[in-house]
């Protein structure tokens, strides 16, 4: 099992920057492959970026983002903390959405293929981003 927490959403101008964290706990393992989902009122939830979290793999740190939101967001890991974060820069009014912070085994190069939220198992509570334009 593994356990997600995510922190650090909030609302801020069209233009400015926010960045969510996500703890995990338990078996890591289990969530080698961590990802950004955001879901926003009455669309599907869809998926943001992935990244590899085993240290001692080749595809550590490997990345994916949706077209969305590549060369404005970043997402990055911090093995010590178990933490995942995804930077959000340059934000937009369309990227007003619940942010959820999910997990799963899938290996290295599953994980950056592009997934989608039928691949994880592990999810957390959700952080409220909120875009004023």
């Known amino acids: 099992q593994v356990r997600l927490v995510e922190s650090g959403g909030g609302s801020v101008e069209t233009g400015g920057s926010l960045n969510v964290s996500c703890v995990s706990s338990?078996?890591?393992?289990?969530?080698?492959?961590m990802g950004w989902f955001r879901q926003a009122p009455g669309k599907e939830r869809q998926l943001i970026a992935t990244i590899y979290t085993i240290r001692s793999s080749d595809y550590y740190g490997k990345v994916y983002y949706d077209d969305s939101v590549k060369g404005r967001f970043t997402i990055s890991h911090d093995s010590a903390k178990n933490s995942v974060y995804l930077q959000m820069n340059s934000l937009k009014f369309e990227d007003t959405s619940m942010y959820y912070c999910a997990a799963d085994s899938w290996m290295s190069s599953e994980c950056i293929g592009g997934l989608g939220d039928a691949d994880f198992a592990f999810w957390g509570q959700g952080t409220q981003v909120t875009v004023s334009s």
């Open positions: 338990g078996y890591t393992d289990s969530g080698r492959c």
